[in-house]
């Protein structure tokens, strides 16, 4: 009876480690199942910056129009 209680506990205690396991060394690159995604969002910031730059000048022409 005694190694029918032994013998699991052995395996378990055998079967922890208590180091996690090493972390695979990788490059900091874009998974390429997102790639098109990325690119769309690359291209959606160079728009927003755009579109800003034609308010802020739209905003002026209205402001230099009203002052005077």
């Known amino acids: 009876m005694m190694k029918w209680t032994l013998l699991p506990l052995a395996l378990i205690l055998t079967a922890c480690d208590a180091s996690p396991p090493p972390q695979p060394q990788t490059e900091a690159k ?6 098109t995604q990325i690119q769309e969002m690359e ?5 927003e910056g755009q579109v800003l730059d034609a ?3 739209q905003r ?6 009203t002052q005077h």
């Open 30 to 35: 874009p998974n390429p199942v997102f790639q």
């Open 43 to 47: 291209k959606a910031r160079a728009v």
């Open 55 to 57: 308010a802020q000048a």
């Open 60 to 65: 002026k022409q209205i402001d230099d129009a």
